[in-house]
């Protein structure tokens, strides 16, 4: 059974059911944790105590009175996957027992532990193995949910009930334990007593920060590419991504628009050359691109003999490589109907050639693409420069522009604007993108040229390429360009990713 959740991206899908999760205590605050995280896909867990289910847990549950806790989770989890591994220890955790156990095969601590030794030991021998830990508190007679709060200990008031466990972590040197805890003040010191909503709430943030400091750990060895588009000038992303080839720079995913996607593809696939000859060497052949081309089919770039004839024929594309490449491609296209960009993973290049086609499809040189019912156009329309979206599932960006330096996007040109707003009356929201698209590319633009995160290769000169350039001379050294800027650019890319395997 994979994980449902796909928002914390194809990489965490894979990992999750292979990372091991222990929890100390089976607390009712524990087991809500438990239940959360055999939802969201986790697989692997060492489980430790010895409590049984009361008869409220029994209810919600469904297990028999008396039943161990550890018992009940083996049977659930066993019944979703029977693959899933549970180690289980039915025993109280005391500081001695812990002293046995060997914590560097787990991935994660859910210390619940009710003796202040206990968990004091159980975070001192985490920390030696390099294992995150999260500690839960007692939280009795507290009905406030929005009290509820996950920070470092250090950063906690001191209260009555945790100054001696405080001082007993600072005395053995440790740092850096997140802590689970109420801010609120009890209703009652007469008596312990819990009230299960906020046990569940307290379930459901654990599993969340788990989750998203295992995401913060992915992230922080992703490294994602983005390339802009721009019709001809694509050639200089071609070389590029050919000196990537030569010196096995390789990233874990790729936001291209355009002219960019096409050269991904080629780079996925791993033909160096072929990005760069699948653009310039059908030059001059009318059904290649022309304006034949376009009033025949609509399409200025023939669409049958671009995404069929060269891939399958002229040029063959290595479709096995590309589609067995972990690296995914992320064409970006603009949906005419709502004015929005939306990023169309390739996995099948034999089928989603479609998604290139689309994201190149320029307006008013091309027919609306239909997939799946939807309609799109060219991605440079909403998102020219996709690093927003690149950077959500990584911790750095490198990006290709094929505009130099200086470059300002102006407003679109009045004539063209006005025949666009004939052709496309039907979308109101597409036009509106169409407008505001200068004012979205300078304000990407300018976050790039800021952003720690982002290492940008870009023309180094200026040499005037039409968006529809035919001179093959001028392509070839503008694609000589990209790749000497790629090489120029190499120490120092080196230096951003920190990466010595390059």
């Given at each position: 059974m994979e994980p449902k959740n796909n928002l914390l991206g194809s990489q965490a899908i894979k990992e999750i059911p292979r990372k091991h999760i222990a929890?100390?205590?089976?607390?009712?605050?524990?087991?809500?944790?438990?239940?959360?995280?055999?939802?969201?896909?986790?697989?692997?867990?060492?489980?430790?105590?010895?409590?049984?289910?009361?008869?409220?847990?029994?209810?919600?549950?469904?297990?028999e009175r008396k039943t161990k806790k550890t018992e009940g989770f083996k049977r659930r989890l066993s019944a979703l996957d029977s693959q899933a591994e549970l180690t289980v220890y039915d025993w109280n955790p005391t500081a001695e027992k812990l002293l046995e156990i060997d914590v560097s095969k787990w991935d994660y601590v859910l210390d619940c532990c009710e003796d202040m030794l206990a968990r004091t030991t159980l975070i001192l021998k985490a920390k030696e193995a390099g294992v995150c830990v999260l500690s839960v508190l007692d939280?009795?007679?507290?009905?406030?949910?929005?009290?509820?709060?996950?920070k470092d200990f250090t950063k906690i008031p001191s209260a009555s009930q945790n100054?001696?466990?405080?001082?007993?972590?600072?005395?053995?040197?440790?740092?850096?334990?997140?802590?689970?805890?109420?801010?609120?003040?009890?209703?009652?010191?007469?008596?312990?007593e819990r009230f299960s909503f906020v046990d569940m709430a307290a379930g459901a943030m654990i599993a969340r920060e788990i989750l998203l400091d295992f995401r913060k750990r992915w992230l922080a060895h992703r490294v994602n590419l983005v390339l802009e588009g721009g019709g001809m000038k694509g050639v200089y992303t071609a070389g590029v991504l050919d000196f990537f080839l030569d010196h096995f720079v390789e990233f874990d995913e790729i936001y291209a628009v355009s002219a960019g996607a096409c050269t991904a593809c080629s780079f996925i696939s791993k033909q160096k050359g072929r990005g760069y000859h699948s653009m310039v060497d059908y030059l001059g052949n009318p059904n290649y691109a022309s304006k034949r081309s376009l009033t025949k089919t609509g399409n200025y770039f023939n669409k049958d003999f671009v995404y069929n004839k060269i891939p399958n024929e002229l040029l063959p594309f290595d479709y096995q490589t590309a589609n067995q490449n972990p690296t995914k491609l992320y064409a970006t296209v603009t949906n005419v109907e709502t004015g929005s960009a939306e990023?169309?993973?390739?996995?099948?290049?034999?089928?989603?050639?479609?998604y290139v086609c689309a994201s190149s499809s320029l307006p008013l040189l091309s027919e609306i693409q239909f997939i799946d019912e939807k309609g799109y156009l060219d991605g440079g329309i909403v998102d020219s420069i996709p690093f927003e979206e690149a950077r959500k599932n990584a911790a750095k960006c490198v990006v290709v522009l094929t505009k130099p330096a200086g470059y300002v996007c102006k407003k679109q040109n009045a004539i063209l604007l006005q025949a666009m707003k004939l052709k496309y009356k039907k979308y109101p929201k597409f036009l509106q993108a169409i407008q505001n698209r200068h004012i979205v590319y300078n304000r990407t633009l300018s976050c790039i040229e800021k952003s720690k995160d982002a290492f940008t290769i870009r023309p180094s000169k200026n040499l005037e390429i039409d968006r529809l350039e035919t001179n093959?001379?001028?392509?070839?050294?503008?694609?000589?360009?990209?790749?000497?800027?790629?090489?120029?650019?190499?120490?120092?890319?080196k230096n951003f990713l920190n990466d010595s395997d390059f």
């Open positions: 929890i100390i205590g089976m607390t009712e605050v524990a087991c809500y944790a438990l239940s959360a995280l055999i939802e969201e896909g986790f697989r692997k867990f060492t489980l430790i105590g010895e409590q049984t289910f009361d008869p409220k847990e029994c209810r919600w549950y469904g297990f939280f009795y007679n507290c009905a406030q949910i929005s009290a509820l709060q996950i100054k001696e466990w405080f001082s007993l972590l600072r005395k053995n040197g440790i740092q850096n334990v997140k802590v689970l805890y109420s801010s609120e003040n009890p209703i009652s010191t007469d008596q312990k990023y169309l993973k390739c996995e099948d290049y034999y089928i989603h050639t479609e093959k001379n001028k392509l070839k050294a503008l694609y000589r360009l990209g790749y000497q800027d790629a090489s120029d650019s190499f120490e120092a890319l």
